[in-house]
């Protein structure tokens, strides 16, 4: 049978690597309801706490009143709405940019982005632990691929400096989605410098959480656009809402608005999704005591965990893994958690290499100390569980 898909399902279930869909009853929230059952939740994306925020949809119900739920069709036809246009603007100005591009989602910005840059003339060289999308963006490229070891500066020069390609192109996470540490975006540049490269980094979990006023890693680190030439951050994480966005130079983006597919042959988001990010970025830079609450929580998390004997990977941002190494046991694990009325999910391959599976905790500046706590607490009776010794 060519297309015998119940043996490949099978087999996944068989490798405890099966995946199904549950259905939220409640907004996003730490409290949520859960196919019909109320959880305490840490596995959240919304880190600032802005995705059921009452602004926001006020906002967002303001602009559907005003134009509609759909945008009816892509930005370059008359899909591009007064509100994308001051949302590109805005996103600009607040990372520190000429200009930026919305997209629809994160992934298809990363394909757009890559595939508009490069084909078989180029390379492009990406860490190791990269996001699936970035990694496919590569892919379909058609450029050299080349996956450089995690955060490794020499293995990556030592790449560049083999290569002869037309153009050169750095992609990095800015947070990494599943270890939760960070590029270091100084030494990243460096290199793009000295080889004649560009560098991309994709700011998907850092946009809103890090740096003074929340613009991200670039922030944090110090990095323009000089030396961040292509900066990709999402928005529907740290700002609430949804969609993606591209950045940096004006050319850049008049470039990719005439050569990135998953630009012009997709619909555009909603103009109400636009209006309520403008919303979001409004509080993100003139509320900094969710960034400041949320860092306490972190920094109560790891002493926490540290102190239970956890196996934390070495993060400073709201991911919070913690490393199991069996998938068996750390669906296990998150299914004893569930009992006692937390979720956090468990994270298996191919997500991340074999023999890494963890509990990916995910903190947002909606938790209380007291949900922290109760965290913690449901951890070390796991600790204590010969089970999972």
Same mark, same amino acid.
């Given at each position: 049978?060519?297309?015998?898909?119940?043996?490949?399902?099978?087999?996944?279930?068989?490798?405890?690597?099966?995946?199904?869909?549950?259905?939220?009853?409640?907004?996003?929230?730490?409290?949520?309801?859960?196919?019909?059952?109320?959880?305490?939740?840490?596995?959240?994306?919304?880190?600032?706490?802005?995705?059921?925020?009452?602004?926001?949809?006020?906002?967002?119900?303001?602009?559907?009143?005003?134009?509609?739920?759909?945008?009816?069709?892509?930005?370059?036809?008359?899909?591009?709405?007064?509100?994308?246009?001051?949302?590109?603007?805005?996103?600009?100005?607040?990372?520190?940019?000429?200009?930026?591009?919305?997209?629809?989602?994160?992934?298809?910005?990363?394909?757009?982005?890559?595939?508009?840059?490069?084909?078989?003339?180029?390379?492009?060289?990406?860490?190791?632990?990269?996001?699936?999308?970035?990694?496919?963006?590569?892919?379909?490229?058609?450029?050299?691929?080349?996956?450089?070891?995690?955060?490794?500066?020499?293995?990556?020069?030592?790449?560049?400096?083999?290569?002869?390609?037309?153009?050169?192109?750095?992609?990095?996470?800015?947070?990494?989605?599943?270890?939760?540490?960070?590029?270091?975006?100084?030494?990243?540049?460096?290199?793009?410098?000295?080889?004649?490269?560009? =560098? !991309?980094?994709?700011?998907?979990? &850092? *946009? @809103?959480?890090? #740096?003074?006023?929340? +613009? /991200?890693?670039? $922030?944090?680190?110090?990095?323009?656009?000089?030396?961040?030439?292509? =900066? !990709?951050?999402?928005?529907?994480? &740290? *700002? @609430?809402?949804? #969609?993606?966005?591209? +950045? /940096?130079?004006? $050319?850049?983006?008049?470039?990719?608005?005439?050569?990135?597919?998953?630009?012009?042959?997709?619909?555009?988001?909603?103009?109400?999704?636009?209006?309520?990010?403008? +919303?979001?970025?409004?509080?993100?830079?003139?509320?900094?005591?969710?960034?400041?609450?949320?860092?306490?929580?972190?920094?109560?998390?790891?002493?926490?965990?540290?102190?239970?004997?956890?196996?934390?990977?070495?993060?400073?941002?709201?991911?919070?893994?913690?490393?199991?190494?069996?998938?068996?046991?750390?669906?296990?694990?998150?299914?004893?958690?569930?009992?006692?009325?937390?979720?956090?999910?468990?994270?298996?391959?191919?997500?991340?290499?074999?023999?890494?599976?963890?509990?990916?905790?995910?903190?947002?500046?909606?938790?209380?100390?007291?949900?922290?706590?109760?965290?913690?607490?449901?951890?070390?009776?796991?600790?204590?569980?010969?089970?999972?010794?």
């Amino acid at each position: 049978m060519p297309f015998d898909l119940r043996s490949d399902l099978d087999q996944r279930r068989a490798d405890n690597l099966y995946r199904a869909t549950q259905v939220a009853n409640s907004p996003q929230a730490p409290v949520m309801t859960i196919n019909g059952a109320e959880y305490l939740t840490f596995c959240s994306n919304d880190y600032l706490g802005l995705a059921n925020h009452p602004e926001l949809i006020k906002v967002f119900q303001a602009a559907a009143n005003e134009y509609g739920v759909g945008s009816g069709a892509a930005h370059l036809v008359n899909g591009h709405s007064y509100y994308h246009q001051k949302l590109e603007e805005a996103l600009a100005e607040f990372t520190g940019r000429e200009a930026a591009l919305l997209f629809s989602t994160g992934y298809m910005a990363n394909l757009g982005v890559v595939t508009a840059l490069l084909d078989k003339q180029d390379a492009v060289f990406e860490d190791k632990w990269n996001h699936a999308s970035l990694l496919d963006a590569g892919l379909l490229s058609g450029a050299r691929f080349q996956r450089y070891l995690h955060n490794d500066i020499q293995n990556l020069s030592s790449r560049l400096t083999r290569s002869e390609a037309r153009r050169k192109l750095i992609v990095t996470d800015g947070v990494f989605s599943m270890d939760g540490d960070c590029a270091d975006l100084t030494q990243l540049s460096e290199q793009a410098k000295q080889h004649d490269a560009w =560098l !991309m980094v994709d700011d998907a979990h &850092g *946009l @809103g959480v890090l #740096g003074e006023n929340g +613009a /991200g890693l670039c $922030e944090a680190q110090q990095q323009t656009q000089e030396g961040v030439q292509i =900066l !990709m951050g999402t928005l529907g994480k &740290g *700002l @609430g809402t949804a #969609g993606a966005f591209v +950045a /940096g130079s004006k $050319e850049l983006i008049e470039y990719l608005t005439n050569f990135a597919r998953p630009y012009i042959y997709t619909t555009a988001m909603p103009a109400a999704i636009a209006a309520a990010t403008l +919303a979001s970025l409004h509080i993100v830079k003139n509320e900094p005591e969710r960034r400041e609450h949320l860092q306490n929580l972190i920094k109560r998390f790891k002493h926490g965990a540290q102190q239970l004997g956890l196996n934390l990977m070495p993060s400073d941002t709201s991911i919070q893994p913690i490393l199991v190494g069996d998938a068996q046991v750390a669906l296990k694990m998150s299914e004893a958690l569930r009992q006692q009325g937390i979720v956090v999910t468990a994270i298996r391959p191919p997500t991340v290499p074999a023999g890494t599976a963890r509990l990916r905790v995910t903190l947002s500046a909606a938790h209380s100390f007291q949900q922290l706590d109760q965290l913690l607490q449901a951890l070390d009776q796991l600790n204590k569980n010969p089970e999972f010794q």
